[in-house]
């Protein structure tokens, strides 16, 4: 029995001895950052004005941490934190950015609005459910983060944030927006993936300076009216929702830069998108676009293209100005399903042939061609001179290029 029992003490044993190295290394730091500030007559020393604590095991902040007024850079991540005490930001009214990435915080105390010169704020990676209204009143805040967490809402007055630009809740449990959401008008990036938003609230259009918006792997069947009034977007991510169609209109089309509509029920494109001249990136893979879903005018009106992939869909042509990608260094209209989990049908497109323009394409360095209907390839496709990968699997061809 005591041989059985041996290990499990020897591991407890390093694990308390590991907890003590880790605490008097957190003490060694602070005593050093506090002998350092005593004898330090610079004010603007970027030393006095950072103290990080990370990866130390802690389990609670140091008391004498309260007591430094100067620190305007706190680093407390990869701790074992559960909570932060309200008292802490009594006398850390300085702060301006404050980070405890990957702890066990579950609640934020309604005293974090003294931080009035907060302007970055990073709980990712942490258990938080819920955010005070107090939150709101940080006006200076121009980054907030909290990826993976667990929040289920937004307090309804989240336009209190006027200064915020950066905005990550991706992996958590949102079902909605609030309808203020809105009206946070230097809002540049929101990144809202893998939660459970239905629907996005009427105020939505309204983020006019909006530059990145990921809302990919929610639950959104159809988006605000309003929404085709968003006039910067350069990133914009919707994939794996529910939509069959997009706004008949975009303000955006022009500046898009990087489009993703993959894994949705869309059968057909809105007519905009034969004209999107900052365009880099454009994939609908697997939705349930039919015939020639693509513009005819779309290789002319989207010339900086270098990728583009709309595997996984029913589509039967492709447009005869796709030779004018000049720059298109990726091309995929093959099947999107895993060999490992493949079953006998067909999951490419119902392409029968490819356009004459075919062989322009002399960026061209991956063509995904495979599980469609082609039955020859275009007589000049031989001159794609950059080509370094080719799958043509699964086709009819009975004439191969020379």
Not at 292 to 311: C, I, N, R, W, Y
Not at 357 to 372: I, P
Request: glycine fraction near 4%.
């Amino acid at each position: 029995m005591q041989i059985i029992a041996f290990p499990f003490l020897l591991q407890a044993l390093l694990l308390l001895v590991g907890k003590v190295f880790t605490m008097e290394e957190a003490e060694v730091k602070v005593k050093e950052y506090k002998t350092h500030c005593q004898a330090c007559t610079d004010p603007e020393c970027g030393q006095c004005a950072t103290l990080s604590l990370t990866s130390l095991d802690l389990t609670e902040i140091p008391a004498d941490v309260t007591c430094f007024t100067n620190i305007q850079h706190l680093y407390l991540d990869y701790n074992d934190l559960d909570w932060i005490p309200g008292e802490i930001f009594e006398n850390l009214v300085n702060i301006k950015t404050l980070s405890l990435i990957g702890n066990n915080i579950t609640t934020i105390p309604a005293e974090i609005s003294r931080l009035k010169d907060l302007t970055e704020l990073y709980l990712n990676e942490n258990c938080v459910k819920q955010l005070p209204a107090p939150f709101c009143q940080l006006e200076n805040l121009r980054v907030a983060n909290f990826l993976a967490n667990g929040l289920k809402s937004l307090p309804e007055v989240v336009e209190g944030l006027v200064s915020l630009e950066t905005l990550h809740l991706e992996e958590n449990a949102l079902v909605a927006l609030p309808d203020t959401f809105g009206l946070l008008e230097k809002l540049r990036i929101a990144e809202l993936g893998d939660n459970e938003i239905c629907e996005l609230p009427r105020s939505f259009g309204r983020l006019k300076k909006l530059a990145i918006l990921n809302l990919s792997s929610n639950k959104l069947k159809t988006l605000p009216s309003n929404f085709c009034e968003l006039p910067n977007l350069e990133e914009l991510d919707l994939s794996n929702n529910f939509l069959t169609e997009l706004p008949e209109d975009f303000q955006s089309s022009q500046c898009l830069k990087k489009f993703y509509v993959e894994c949705n029920l869309m059968t057909h494109l809105p007519s905009w998108v034969d004209s999107m001249p900052s365009l880099l990136e454009f994939s609908f893979k697997d939705n349930k676009l039919v015939e020639q879903a693509l513009p005819e005018a779309f290789g002319q009106g989207s010339a900086k293209l270098k990728l583009l992939h709309v595997g996984g869909n029913f589509m039967t042509h492709l447009p005869q100005t796709l030779g004018e990608l000049s720059q298109l260094e990726y091309l995929h209209i093959g099947s999107v399903i895993n060999e490992l989990e493949r079953r006998n049908f067909q999951n490419g497109n119902w392409i029968y042939t490819l356009p004459e323009s075919f062989g322009k394409l002399r960026h061209l360095k991956v063509a995904h061609l495979d599980e469609n209907q082609l039955e020859y390839l275009p007589d000049n496709f031989g001159e794609l001179e950059c080509l370094e990968y080719l799958d043509l699997g699964v086709q009819f061809l009975f004439v191969f290029a020379t």
